[in-house]
C-alpha cells in the first residue's frame, strides 16, 4: 500500500487511542503530550517507517544521518542441515533487510 493511500485510510480515525497497532513505540513514546500532538507524532512514524521500507524493498538506499543507513543486501546460496533429521540440505539465495550505525550512533553508544 501506497504512503498516500495509507494515510487515506487513516482520514477515519477520531482519536489518538483509534491509531493501528504498529504506533504503539509512538504511543509510549508520546503519552505525556497532548492529543493531537500523539497524533502528528504517529502519522511522522508511520510515515518514516512506510518511506523506509518502500525504498529498501525497491533496492534503495536509506542513510538518516547521524542514525544509520537501511539497505537490502544479498544472501548467496549456501549449505545448512535441518535441525531435526540432522541432514544437509541447499538454503536458497535470498534478500535481507540490513542496518549500518552511523558513526555518531556509534560513538554515542560505546564511547
Known sequence: MGIVKYL????????????PQECEQMRLLC???????KLLGSLLYVV????????????????LIGFGSFE?????????HNPKTNEPMTIPATKVP??????????????
Not at 487513516?10 to 491509531?19: E, G, P, R
Not at 518514516?48 to 542513510?63: F, M, P, Q, Y
Open 8 to 19: 487515506q485510510s487513516l482520514q477515519h480515525l477520531k482519536s489518538f487511542n483509534d491509531l
Open 31 to 37: 503519552d505525556g503530550g497532548t492529543s493531537v500532538i
Open 48 to 63: 518514516l517507517v512506510s518511506i523506509v521500507i518502500e525504498a529498501v524493498a525497491n533496492g534503495d538506499k536509506v542513510t
Open 72 to 80: 537490502r543486501r544479498e544472501r548467496s546460496e549456501r549449505e545448512g
Open 98 to 111: 540490513a542496518f549500518s550505525a552511523g558513526k555518531q550512533f556509534r560513538e554515542k553508544v560505546a564511547p
